[in-house]
């Protein structure tokens, strides 16, 4: 059953530490993209990569980091640097950053920093 | 940034169509159009896409105006578990790669 996966769902987190997201995908893409969701609004773009060891800044990268070490996973460390860490954060997959291919979800981990 | 205009909200009555319009007056010529929906505390599910010609899957029907300066996601038979964020997205391209903006979308409620 080919996906995206996202764990944990929700992640709590004291101010000042860093943390890292998990995002895998089976479905054997080449592009991989993290969101970030605010209440009642769009989706931002933090960081993207259309390669392995490859990835660049989206929109909102500040505070933020990414590796890309195997083709399937593409995690996402929020750091202290990030004012304002409490959100949703959601990331996708594409066959490949250049076509018309459609752009796959995982379920998203909700992050709460207390 | 979004490149699409959609109302904030819209009701339907249970089993009619929902109509939601999405206006993208800028979009170039090979730049497709994309509708996602978002469930709440979900990731988004993708719905249906298109660049010129009418396009119809099991889930909706997406009508593209011949100027390609706006269009209509149709659900022919709306139910309540069709109650979520609908997204218009113009995939954009760039000189580093194609980009998928998500703008705020329009709240649809199905009602009983």
């Known amino acids: 059953d080919g996906g995206i996966t996202q764990s944990p769902k929700y992640l709590f987190r004291k101010e000042g530490q860093n943390v890292t997201l998990s995002c895998e995908q089976n479905l054997n893409h080449d592009a991989m993209y993290w969101y970030r969701q605010d209440p009642g609004q769009g989706l931002r773009l933090i960081y993207y990569s259309q390669i392995v060891n490859d990835f660049q800044k989206g929109d909102i990268a500040e505070g933020y980091s990414v590796s890309r070490e195997k083709k399937e996973s593409f995690p996402l460390t929020v750091t202290s640097a990030q004012k304002n860490p409490t959100a949703f954060y959601l990331c996708a997959s594409t066959a490949s950053l250049w076509g018309t291919d459609t752009q796959y979800f995982g379920p998203g981990t909700r992050l709460t920093v207390l | 940034d979004a490149k699409t205009t959609q109302p904030p909200s819209m009701d339907c009555a249970e089993g009619r169509a929902a109509n939601l319009p999405c206006n993208h007056s800028t979009i170039s010529g090979n730049e497709y159009v994309y509708w996602y929906r978002q469930i709440h505390s979900q990731g988004p599910q993708y719905i249906i896409h298109g660049l010129k010609n009418n396009e119809t899957n099991e889930m909706a029907s997406l009508i593209i105006t011949e100027d390609r300066k706006s269009s209509t996601l149709i659900l022919p038979h709306a139910t309540l578990r069709d109650t979520a964020v609908y997204y218009c997205?113009?995939?954009?391209?760039?000189?580093?790669?194609?980009?998928?903006?998500f703008g705020t979308g329009t709240s649809l409620t199905v009602i009983p």
């Open positions: 997205i113009v995939r954009t391209h760039s000189n580093t790669g194609n980009q998928f903006y």
